[in-house]
């Protein structure tokens, strides 16, 4: 408590509805935050964490309204007019929303955006904005702020441009922050940077953290109270340590398990003994892009059979790119690609390899039914569009995806739904290397859990061989027998992932088990980072 006998935040009996509709979404809610703490609210997509919080901030969309009382810092914020408070808010609460590429305007440079955030008698005085912008830069860790003022969105990397969303936030010096899923877009060691840098800046301004997210690990590392959602309300509050030592929802407990980092047991699997040939091998695999540096220096892969095998390292590693020009998405500039015993040409595609990509929804063609987007592929081949179609409800009876969805547009499944649907579309020509390139980055535990327990299946049932992209550990521990760290362009260990995770031997594989979230309770120093796109975080 403050020693004005007041919580910054207090919030009672909050409720959202869609009035028009007649639909209650979340509420009645009460909790509250003491000045200088962090209270987590944690939850699925759909349970209201979201809602909630911009219900908080006064930014619910305008079909949506909100009951209830919010105070900040002792005043009250009214819920039912959002232009009333609107002045209170913005002086009083910052908001870093997850994808800081969706939050920033990409026809505005830095500086412009920077300086829209400042109070209006700050932005009148022109030499005064520069000031101000320059320090908020400083301040949260970004190197020549002065370059960075000219610079637009799309040439800083996620870390860089997360750091601007966050000065844009501290911009009116804030009492309470509002972070939604902050760094669910971010590799490892970039997430574990910007949450030091939310704390540290929490320590030094003494402002209040409301943090959203999934990610129980975060919430273990960051925050001292939690707040569990599950279908709009609250299912369970108290102190972070008393929630991991004895959880008591069912929620919560879903949560905690699914957030779990276990590294099993693996057996090498059938058809991979010595002398086998391997399914790929990548050998002296270049690429530089056009003004940038060089993403890959000569990496050379191999790929057993049947096997998984997790790449992993930092956004800008090469991880990606190797994938793309593995899968004949992009050209090599040199080097060579083996696949299946046969060379393949620059530039060529295989039906022994197929790509699962990272967002499901860009990468399905929203004007296509579900049925008619994994009976695609097929007709490509010469099916008949009777037999295509009648493949296609196998393979996604085979995913776990309900009948009942089959005949919808992409537009109208969730994002767990989705990624079904790429699964099924990708085995529906039965490769024999299946890359999938961060496959559950985007999606709440429950939906990641189900996916990787797909993946896992199709690989049992089929004998597919994995390549997994993923900035997420666990994910690799659990799914990978075999794991390679990359690291601006260059392969740096390798090995059996149990070996890699309990006995690293390179500094920077173990600099990226100590940022695994939950892993650690003290904050990891701030280190630069030079990533492909050539910023630095």
Known sequence: ?????????????LSVSEPRAGRMLCGPLSFGIDHGRTLGIVGESGSGKTLTAMAVAGLLPGHLAAEGHVALDGATLPTGDAAASRDLRTAYTGVVFQNPSTALNPRLTVGAQ??????????????????????????VGIREPERKLTVWPHELSGGIAQRVVIAMALA?????????EPTTALDVTVQAQILDLIAGLQRRHRFGVLL???DMGVIRDRADEVVVMAGGRVVEHGGTEALFAAPRSNEAKTLLAASEFVLPEWNDPAGTAPGTPPLLEARGVRKTFRKGPQALAGVDLVVRPGISLGIVGESGSGKSTLARIIAGLERADAGAIRLDGEIRRPGTRSDLVQYVFQDPYSSLDPRLAVVDTVAEPLRAKGMRKADALKAARTLLDEVGLDPSLWERLPGRLSGGQRQR???ARAIATRPKLLIADEPVAALDSTSRERVLALMQRLQARHGTAQLLISHDLSVVARLCSEVVVMRAGEIVERGPTRRIFETPAHPYTRQLLEAVPGRRRQPAPLIETVHATGETT
Do not use: W, Y
Request: with cysteine; charged share 25%; proline share 4%.
């Open 172 to 180: 009116r010096q804030p009492k309470l922050l509002i972070a939604d």
């Open 1 to 13: 408590m403050s020693g004005s006998g007041h919580r910054l935040l207090s919030v009672a009996r």
């Open 114 to 139: 920077l300086a829209e955030a400042l109070a209006p008698d700050v932005r009148r005085d022109q030499a005064r904005a520069v000031a101000r912008c320059l320090t908020l830069l400083d301040e």
């Open 421 to 423: 649907v790429g699964f």
């Open 212 to 214: 959203i997210t999934h």
